[in-house]
């Protein structure tokens, strides 16, 4: 029988582009719809999902990895048990190059905790890093999160070229963030899309896109997720819109996906 857990990873080819309020508002939204959610912190070495909640763990992935703690031990529920965060280390740098035996140990270690939930969320560091591809490579979904800047549409293009080239990924889904509208939204992904499709054949699904909103900085200092400071505002309702999907996909995926390993390494390409 397959497991009910999807995992999806957030990842951007550039910082700044509001990728980990992304991630943490999306679970945050589908806990509240009644889902079972975790949010893992992948971003070793600059952790920052503990800040934006306003939380101190007493643990975190790096502990685990070392075995000075259990998993179980270092995750911080949010709202219950069923929506929680598994926090990272900041200030690490050895983490931020993480090696085939540290990332086979740690998948040992998170399995049996990541089958009792719904969805498990990967907020990975920005860049092509090694260990930026290897979360990237564990998931069954991978989200760019984008801006309408073309910084972010150049970098995010050589995000995917990576990851196609040494792991032989295709699907990617792309989430316009910051936008003015959803016209601008479009044509920010069209001409990434564009460009994947011309020089990789590879065609980029638009997931959807989160209009700017003042309600979001202001959800930052007070280190709420907007879904609970503001959960009417535009930038929420976009949310809710792309939490909706992701649990239209999670259905649909788990009919072909069959029996795996919720993260599951992709091999190298030669």
């Known amino acids: 029988m397959a497991n009910t857990t999807l995992s999806i990873a957030l990842l951007s080819g550039k910082g700044g582009v509001g990728k980990t309020n992304m991630s943490l508002n999306i679970a945050c939204a589908l806990h509240q719809m009644g889902f079972?959610?975790?949010?893992?912190?992948?971003?070793l070495g600059l952790a920052n999902l503990d800040v934006l909640l306003g939380i101190t763990p007493e643990g975190n992935l790096q502990t685990a990895l070392l075995g000075e703690a259990d998993i179980t031990d270092v995750l911080c529920e949010i709202d219950g048990q069923d929506f929680a965060?598994?926090?990272?280390?900041?200030?690490?740098?050895?983490?931020?190059?993480?090696?085939?035996?540290?990332?086979?140990l740690l998948l040992a270690r998170l399995e049996p905790v990541l089958h009792k939930y719904d969805f498990v969320f990967m907020d990975i560091g920005a860049g092509i890093s090694g260990t930026v591809q290897t979360f990237a490579a564990m998931a069954s979904v991978r989200i760019v999160v984008i801006t309408p800047e073309p910084t972010s549409l150049t970098d995010s293009y050589a995000l995917i070229k990576v990851l196609n080239s040494r792991y032989g990924l295709r699907d990617f889904m792309v989430l316009v963030n910051q936008a003015t509208s959803q016209a601008e939204a479009k044509s920010s992904f069209d001409k990434l899309a564009g460009a994947c499709k011309h020089f990789l054949h590879i065609e980029p699904v638009l997931l959807g896109h989160v209009r700017s909103d003042k309600k979001l900085p202001e959800a930052v200092c007070l280190q709420k997720p907007l879904m609970v400071h503001a959960p009417g505002s535009p930038a929420a309702q976009d949310l809710q819109t792309l939490a909706g999907r992701l649990q239209r996909i999670r259905l649909g995926m788990l009919d072909w996906l069959g029996p795996r390993n919720i993260l599951q390494p992709m091999p190298i390409q030669e």
């Open 85 to 104: 965060v598994l926090p990272a280390a900041s200030g690490v740098p050895e983490l931020t190059e993480l090696q085939p035996e540290a990332r086979d």
């Open 36 to 43: 079972k959610t975790l949010l893992m912190d992948c971003d």
